[in-house]
């Protein structure tokens, strides 16, 4: 995708040739200027991955993600800004 402003919230699926979150979906947490961090949905385990309060976090670079929609209710724990 061409970088622009991303939002919390967006949906985001992970290009299937990534090397190693293909087709996975991520949820932005943060935006930033290269891309997003985010929660990756996922039913596979994956070694390495940033855990906090049980949710898997990835940071995605625009040219790796394509939107696909947006989380109308977002969780956020009681530590959250």
Known sequence: MDKRILKEGELFQINPKHELYGGQIVACSE?????????????????????????????????DMEPIGRLEWEWKDDQAK
């Open 31 to 63: 935006p930033k200027k290269w891309g997003c961090q985010g929660v990756l949905f996922t039913d596979l385990e994956y070694e390495g991955l940033t855990r906090f309060n049980g949710r898997a976090y990835v940071r995605i670079k625009f040219e």
